[in-house]
T-cell receptor
Framework: GAVVSQHPSWVICKSGTSVKIECRSLDFQATTMFWYRQFPKQSLMLMATSNEGSKATYEQGVEKDKFLINHASLTLSTLTVTSAHPEDSSFYIC?????????????FGPGTRLTVL | LAKTTQPISMDSYEGQEVNITCSHNNIATNDYITWYQQFPSQGPRFIIQGYKTKVTNEVASLFIPADRKSSTLSLPRVSLSDTAVYYCLVAPTGRDDKIIFGKGTRLHILP
């Protein structure tokens, strides 16, 4: 099956700093990738759709200036949490669907655990 | 997107067959039913997808009645490693690929 990776797998930072998370599709090209956030014992919440070569589309209530998304190539999307605060501590997960794959069959990365002190 | 309702949690024992039912009363004609599995601290994994009747793969079976207003994910002979959250999704194909997750069912397998 298709593989999506994320880096780093975990990160701890101080309040006020920015953190970049990478999402890569290893064996397929993805014009669209998705970013989710998940708090403990809760479901995944879709944050934004990352579009290769164009601006990301953010879900209602997600601050686009806070969560910067860049999809500069067909295999890489990055999420930057700017001026992180403790309430941004969460599990961030990305996903993508290979071309020609089943609709609604997304391949998810392993997630990045962000802890803001 | 059609709203789905699943039990919040379920317990079962190793070796048992587990059935998780999902209700989706307002499913549309072009909607497919998809199930995902998520282990703690991991991204979700696609399990199975179907439109009607029965679909089976190496992991699970999906039963969909004729009216499609519900579906049942069946896990045969579960083991401790099947402890996870299972999400039922109902969405049309050929759209923007966006997946909106519901609350899911937290399945706990006991020894």
């Amino acid at each position: 099956g298709a593989v999506v990776s994320q880096h780093p797998s975990w990160v701890i930072c101080k309040s006020g700093t920015s953190v970049k998370i990478e999402c890569r599709s290893l064996d397929f090209q993805a014009t669209t990738m998705f970013w989710y956030r998940q708090f403990p014992k809760q479901s995944l919440m879709l944050m934004a759709t990352s579009n290769e070569g164009s601006k990301a589309t953010y879900e209602q209530g997600v601050e686009k200036d806070k969560f910067l998304i860049n999809h500069a190539s067909l295999t890489l999307s990055t999420l930057t949490v700017t001026s992180a605060h403790p309430e941004d501590s969460s599990f961030y997960i990305c996903s993508a669907r290979p071309p020609g794959g089943l609709y609604n069959e997304q391949f998810f990365g392993p997630g990045t655990r962000l802890t803001v002190l | 997107l059609a709203k789905t309702t699943q039990p919040i949690s379920m317990d079962s024992y190793e070796g048992q067959e587990v059935n998780i039912t999902c209700s989706h009363n307002n499913i549309a004609t072009n909607d497919y039913i998809t199930w995902y599995q998520q282990f703690p601290s991991q991204g979700p994994r696609f399990i199975i997808q179907g439109y009607k009747t029965k679909v089976t793969n190496e992991v699970a079976s999906l039963f969909i009645p004729a009216d499609r207003k519900s579906s049942t994910l069946s896990l045969p002979r579960v083991s401790l490693s099947d402890t996870a959250v299972y999400y039922c999704l109902v969405a049309p194909t050929g759209r923007d690929d966006k997946i909106i997750f519901g609350k899911g069912t937290r399945l706990h397998i006991l020894p």
